[in-house]
Each structure stands twice: as C-alpha cells, then as structure tokens.
C-alpha cells in the first residue's frame, strides 16, 4: 500500500494520542469533581486500564521475577505517581498543570541513566532540556 506506514508509527503516534487526550481528561475530571478521592478513582482507572490492555498480555513473555518488579512499578508509577497528582491536580491552575505534566517525557531518560545506567542520545538530552528549560521559566515568570 503505498503511502501507508507499516512499521507501526501511525499506530503509536495515535497511542500516544489517545494517552494525552486521556491525561487531559483526567485533569478535567479532577478539576471538576474535586469531592471525589482521588486515590480510590486513581485505583479504579488503574483497573479499568489493566482490564483493557489484558486481552494484548503475553505472560510467558517475562519471567516471574520480571512479573513481580514490573508489578512494583505499576503500584508505585500508577498509584503513588497518579494519585498524588491527581491530589495536586486540585490545587493548581490548568496550565501549570499540563507544564509539569509535560515534565514526564524529558525527566524519564534521566531516571533510566540514574538507575540502569543507560545514555541516552545527545538529541533526547537537548530536547529534554528544552522542555525542562520551558516549564521552569514558565513557573518562575509565574511566581513574580
């Protein structure tokens, strides 16, 4: 098929679509029913994700040690990363919102250099400098 990608792409790109527009909803939701607790509704979207993407799991595909740390690190990203912005997500104007949100994606290659000692590329470090650059100065400007 001509000019249709088929090395997969297409399909991340719209994956990585689909997440944003549902980051952007969640910070919607938390906004707007701040009465609601938010470690049990991050628990509950926590479920209903791992109930949507089982259908796609390969248990054999890791070992049972790698199925207990990649469990760990479900609990802790989902639960204790999710639930404590979605605490915080009350607290704070949309904007500055999305800009530590958007901290993720440049402080992620940090954490995989600092605990597995994997370098990431020139260009990741100066995109994410970037990104990091633009979301302090914006919190900076902010604070005057």
């Known amino acids: ?3 249709i990608s088929t090395d997969g792409t297409a399909f991340g790109d719209m994956l990585a679509m689909l997440m944003a527009l549902c980051m952007a909803g969640m910070i919607l939701i938390s906004r707007r029913y701040g009465n609601i607790p938010a470690l049990p509704a991050t628990c509950l979207a926590s479920l209903l994700s791992a109930s949507a993407t089982l259908p796609f799991v390969t248990l054999t595909a890791v070992s049972t040690d790698e199925l207990g740390i990649l469990a760990l690190f479900g609990l802790t990203n989902q ?16 904007m ?9 994606a440049p402080l992620a290659p940090l954490w995989v250099w600092l605990i597995f000692a994997e370098t990431p590329s020139a260009a ?5 400098a970037m990104v990091f650059a ?11």
């Open 79 to 94: 639960v204790l990363g999710f639930g404590l912005f979605a605490l915080g997500a009350r607290l704070l104007p949309a």
């Open 134 to 144: 633009a979301v302090v100065g914006h919190v900076r400007l902010g604070t005057r």
């Open 124 to 128: 990741t470090l100066v995109g994410g």
């Open 1 to 3: 098929m001509a000019g």
């Open 96 to 104: 500055e919102r999305a800009l530590i949100t958007a901290l993720d």
